[in-house]
């Protein structure tokens, strides 16, 4: 599986948007970028997937850079319950079904 | 949909005994996951079944670690003779068998103490 490089933590106060990059320049022309986040004593929660272009839902958006090989996942408006361990990951349409962790980014929201 | 349930939430135990966790699915979920994940990390894969068919094992999954899923609903993972190494959180997940991108439902883990 082709790998993401995303920073290990990042800080936002509460109500302000939020933009987490992740990087994937070995991206194929398959994969389907997707996140899951990981809140504190719970499993992971799916949040968005996309493959070109940008996708928005009740949680966030996910911008997808034109050649695909960065992402960039959007809060509009963080609050308390948005803090958590974000992870981006590549998940290639044929294959693999299993989806491959990384150490993702550890969101903290600012009061 | 009353999510992917785990039991127990949490288990300790002595070097050297076995230990078997539960998984339930999310009903018609065809697919059914094993991950695992210590501190600081994310969950790793150990193992995804179709139905009944365990259809991949990762190297993670020592001869000492077993997972069914008899009929194809709810699964087991059992880790004989642990070790202090194996104390982490056992992630089950499950996925509708509509497509190779659906996502998956986590349930909330069983955390392993090993002492």
Same mark, same amino acid.
């Given at each position: 599986d082709a790998k993401t490089t995303q920073p290990n933590s990042m800080e936002s106060n509460e109500e302000e948007p939020v933009h987490l990059p992740c990087n994937h320049?070995?991206?194929?022309?398959t994969d389907y970028i997707h996140w899951y986040r990981q809140l504190p004593s719970q499993g992971p929660e799916y949040v968005i997937h996309g493959l070109t272009s940008n996708v928005n839902n009740r949680m966030a958006s996910l911008a997808i850079a034109e050649d695909r090989k960065s992402s960039t996942l959007i809060l509009h408006r963080a609050t308390l319950r948005d803090a958590a361990v974000y992870y981006c990951i590549l998940r290639s349409n044929?294959?693999?079904e299993k989806l491959t962790f990384g150490t993702g980014t550890r969101l903290t929201i600012i009061p | 949909d009353t999510g992917v349930s785990q039991d127990p939430r949490h288990k300790i135990t002595k070097r050297g005994q076995n230990v078997t966790f539960r998984c339930d699915p999310i009903? @018609?979920?065809n697919r059914l996951y094993w991950y695992r994940q210590t501190l600081g990390q994310g969950p790793e894969f150990l193992t995804y079944f179709q139905n009944e068919a365990q259809l991949e094992k990762s190297r993670?999954?020592?001869?000492r670690f077993s997972a069914e899923r008899p009929k194809g609903s709810f699964s087991t993972l059992e880790i004989q003779?642990? @070790?202090?190494?194996?104390?982490a959180m056992y992630l089950c997940a499950s996925s509708p068998?509509?497509?190779?991108?659906e996502k998956l439902f986590f349930g909330s883990g069983t955390q392993l103490s090993v002492l």
């Open positions: 320049s070995t991206i194929s022309g044929f294959g693999n | 009903s @018609e979920h993670l999954l020592s001869d003779r642990t @070790e202090q190494g194996d104390s068998l509509q497509g190779r991108n």
